[in-house]
């Protein structure tokens, strides 16, 4: 007879240890591993074997069979599935500025409407284009974290009208937004350096989209979309916030498809932070992306989730439980049995370039698991004759590396940076040829 747990196997006596501590732990304050030798040993799934074993032969077999399984997988168990394209989306130019930022810039606002009717959900795009261009521009569009008005100092940008969190400094009355935050955001983003390099910028508040709390989607295009409305019980495989943002992005490049100004064919899809794991998942659900940029995206993002290092699956969904789909949280702990891990996400833009980009001191969005997804997504850059990264390991700080994927880690903290501009910028003229 067994009378203690000594005499269990070792195996046996760890999980029910686990197990109290699991029920103990629920309480305890959340403790990240930034301890390399703590990592759990993991597996990768991989990204080249079909759920049926099979492998992947060729460039035509990975677009045709194992893409569109990785992208179900990554619909099923992490961002959820949105409702696809409106059937009746209206664009409406509101301002025109052809004189803006000292004579640099044309400023234009495009209000959006999702479902073609004005007092229906909406969203505002700013939009900058160079004056000196002599043809179509390419583009940069990403989400901004604290609306439109905030991405420069230009008393022309309109203040956004939806729901904004209060915090300390963010100029917020009663939810909505006062001039004084104008240009507080303007290091993020370098208008006049990504014009002068002739590319234009586009932004939306992605509160437009969908506020960034939990009940926030009942303010947003997940509320407004659904049939039930405010109503409304997701699906366990339901679009999160960040599936409803992204696609947000892609009614975006729906518009910069009709302006006249605009390569659409050049449109780089670029974000920060939760807006960085929202733009890798904009590129992988939306093939017209034709570069994404990942800055500092962390778990959820470019960062492997099998590591746990930093945030980790249960950390996230326990403090944004509206980012990610229902059946996500089934890994809360469970890391290793999720079907997909990160370095899919990236290989899902295959074989459109892809730029990771990590910080010195972010350790929460875990730097080396970001490296590491950015490697691993390589396979499928090689069916396609890309060499992808081309470094086997993790380069020194602020040396970028990389051909079709590149990857850069930058001394400093989690922020978008005049330095991280200057690599994209560099990487979007090798790729769009300028
Ligand atoms: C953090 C979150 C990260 C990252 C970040 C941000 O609180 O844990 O995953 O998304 O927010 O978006 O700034």
């Known amino acids: ?115 073609g009717k004005k007092d229906g959900p909406k969203m505002d795009i700013l939009l900058y284009l160079p004056n000196d261009a002599k043809t179509r521009v390419p583009a940069f569009l990403g989400m901004n974290f604290e609306g439109n008005h905030t991405i420069h100092s230009d008393p022309g940008i309109s203040l956004p009208t939806q729901w904004k969190r ?60 659904s049939q039930a409305g405010t109503n409304t019980t997701f699906a366990p495989d339901e679009w999160g916030a960040i599936a409803a943002w992204a696609w947000g992005l892609s009614r975006a490049l729906d518009y910069l498809e009709t302006d006249k100004d605009i390569d659409a064919k050049r449109v780089a899809v670029i974000g920060h932070s939760r807006l960085g794991k929202t733009a890798l998942w904009a590129g992988a659900e939306d093939e017209r992306f034709a570069i994404v940029i990942s800055n500092d995206s962390g778990c ?52 459109r370039p892809v730029y990771v980009a990590s910080a010195e001191e972010d350790h929460w969005a875990d730097p080396l698991g970001e490296f590491l997804s950015a490697k691993n997504a390589e396979p499928a850059y090689r069916l396609f004759g890309k060499r992808g990264l081309g470094v086997e390991e993790r380069p020194a700080v602020n040396h970028p590396v990389g051909d079709t994927i590149g990857y850069h880690i930058r001394t400093g903290k989690h922020d978008v940076t005049e330095y991280d501009w200057e690599q994209y910028l560099n990487f979007a003229a090798r790729h769009f040829g300028k």
């Open 166 to 225: 209060a915090s300390p400094g963010a100029a917020v009355t009663e939810n909505r937004a006062r001039a004084e935050s104008r240009g507080q955001q303007a290091s993020r983003w370098q208008v006049e350096k990504i014009l002068q390099r002739g590319y234009a910028v586009a932004t939306i508040f992605y509160g437009d989209v969908e506020p960034d709390f939990a009940d926030g989607w009942k303010l947003g295009v997940r509320g407004a979309l």
């Open 1 to 115: 007879m067994l009378r203690n747990s000594e005499n269990l196997p070792r195996a046996f006596r760890l999980a029910g240890l686990c197990v109290a501590l699991a029920g103990a732990a629920s309480a305890q304050p959340f403790m990240p591993n930034y301890d390399e030798s703590k990592v759990p040993q993991y597996t990768l799934p991989d990204a080249l074997v079909m759920a049926n074993g099979r492998k992947v032969a060729d460039a035509k077999m990975w677009q045709t069979t194992r893409r569109p399984e990785i992208l179900e997988l990554f619909r099923t168990h992490v961002y959820g599935r949105n409702p696809g394209p409106p059937a009746k989306i209206k664009f409406e130019v509101t301002s025109l500025d052809r004189k803006a930022l000292g004579g640099l810039a044309t400023r234009k606002e495009i209000s959006v409407f999702f479902t």
């Open 300 to 351: 959820g993002g470019a960062a492997l989730s099998k590591r746990e290092f930093g945030e980790t699956v249960e950390r996230i969904n326990t403090s944004f439980p509206h980012w990610f789909c229902g059946n996500f949280k089934k890994y809360n702990r469970k890391e290793s049995e999720l079907p997909v891990d990160q370095h899919e996400l990236i290989a899902l833009v295959a074989p």
